[in-house]
């Protein structure tokens, strides 16, 4: 076990506990000399990867000639996009090693189309992209700025990616009060939600894909949901994504991020799978508390990963973030600035909890005028979920992805 002992009053800190350091994968003797053989095998799949980029950008923009960021596309133009990204998905996971992929639970697409769900993943490697536009064309949530970079701006437009501001003390929108976001972002965090409620309600469009989880963790537990993704009482699709291993652990966790591609690159083979669980149509009691509905999603899918649930997500991760602690590039050593950490994650948990008792009070303020506006007009009639988010949602939904 990887402990680091703080010089405060707080327990250690426990890396080795933690969800978001991976030490079970230590670059020993033999991986070493492996890193150097096959270092070639890295060179030429960079250049294929790069090759299928370019290949994908050139469709991407033939698919998009004429079209502005906010329109669906057409016919045409979506057979085009839809080919050509699931191709290139999938040409890239080949060259990367991921030989065979299998999908389990496929019928479940076709009712999560019907029923335009959420689709709802765990989020554990900079690969989870790839493997969800290879199983089903799809969009996601974005930061602004991710538009504007080269090849993979394009390629995020002709997915109509839902683009938002992330603004926030610590870094990003998806924090919650607990981090204190001002009430103009919480605002913004509302139109957020609305605006991927809207996009689902439009068949014109892909479905919409989230990781509520909001960053990447080890894969051996599921961290906490942000109830982003569950406001509007929108049927959800679960789907689970493990990497089995033996060497190396493709999970991306705190550690250096040219060393951890280094050694995806030079791994002659890496396996994955997919499960797609049956879509997880709300009751209403779902539809009317979305951090119960985000619970009983995580329930299912940490049921089915079989791993253990932790009350651990972005705000404990960011903490490790500011302070710089991370696995150093031997796989092992913790290094960073962890005298603080055990007191920071101390008063995210007493803040968190603030937050919940703040959200609690409010739903109950909330119910009784709820429950009259929506009383059924007769016997055996229910009203379907509100178009919007309800009073109480000022969560922002989860980004797709953590950034690099």
Request: glycine content about 8%; aromatic content about 8%; charged content about 20%.
């Amino acid at each position: 076990m990887t402990k680091v002992r703080p010089s405060c009053e707080e327990p250690p800190f426990d890396a080795g506990a933690s969800p978001f350091f991976e030490t079970g994968s230590p670059l020993v003797w033999s991986e070493r000399v492996k890193l150097v053989l096959l270092l070639p095998l890295a060179v030429i799949r960079v250049i294929l990867l790069l090759e299928i980029g370019m290949v994908a950008l050139i469709f991407s923009r033939v698919a998009m000639l004429g079209l502005g960021d906010e329109e669906p596309l057409g016919s045409w133009r979506r057979a085009l996009a839809q080919n050509c990204i699931r191709a290139s998905a999938r040409g890239a996971l080949f060259v990367l090693g991921f030989w065979h992929i299998p999908v389990s639970g496929k019928e479940n697409l076709k009712e999560a189309e019907r029923l335009r769900a959420v689709v709802v993943i765990n989020h554990v490697s900079y690969l989870d992209g790839f493997l969800i536009e290879y199983l089903i064309f799809s969009s996601g949530v974005a930061k602004a700025s991710v538009a504007k970079i080269p090849i993979i701006g394009t390629l995020t437009r002709v997915l109509r990616m839902i683009f938002v501001e992330r603004r926030s003390t610590l870094g990003g929108p998806a924090f919650d009060s607990a981090t204190k976001i001002g009430k103009g972002v919480k605002s913004q965090s509302t139109g957020n939600i609305q605006r991927i409620n809207d996009r689902l309600r439009d068949p014109r469009f892909p479905l919409v894909w989230l990781a509520p989880e909001g960053t990447t963790s080890s894969g051996s537990q599921l961290l906490r949901f942000k109830p982003g993704a569950f406001v509007g009482g929108n049927p959800v699709l679960p789907v689970v994504l493990t990497f089995p291993y033996q060497r190396f652990n493709i999970a991306f966790t705190e550690t250096i991020m040219w060393m951890h591609a280094l050694r995806l690159l030079t791994q002659v083979l890496n396996y994955a799978e997919i499960a797609c669980l049956p879509v997880h149509v709300p009751d209403k009691a779902e539809a009317a508390d979305p951090a119960e509905f985000a619970e009983n999603v995580r329930r299912r899918m940490a049921e089915h990963m079989r791993v253990p649930l932790v009350d651990q997500g972005l705000e404990e991760f960011a903490v490790l973030l500011k302070n710089r602690v991370h696995v150093a590039w031997d796989g092992r050593t913790v290094k960073g600035s962890v005298d603080k950490v055990p007191e920071q994650l101390a008063q995210v948990k007493l803040d968190l909890s603030r937050a919940r008792a703040e959200a609690a009070s409010c739903r109950a303020e909330a119910a009784p005028a709820g429950a009259a506006d929506n009383a059924p007009a007769s016997a055996g009639e229910a009203d379907p979920p509100p178009p919007g988010p309800p009073p109480c949602a000022e969560e922002d939904p989860p980004a797709p992805g953590r950034k690099f």
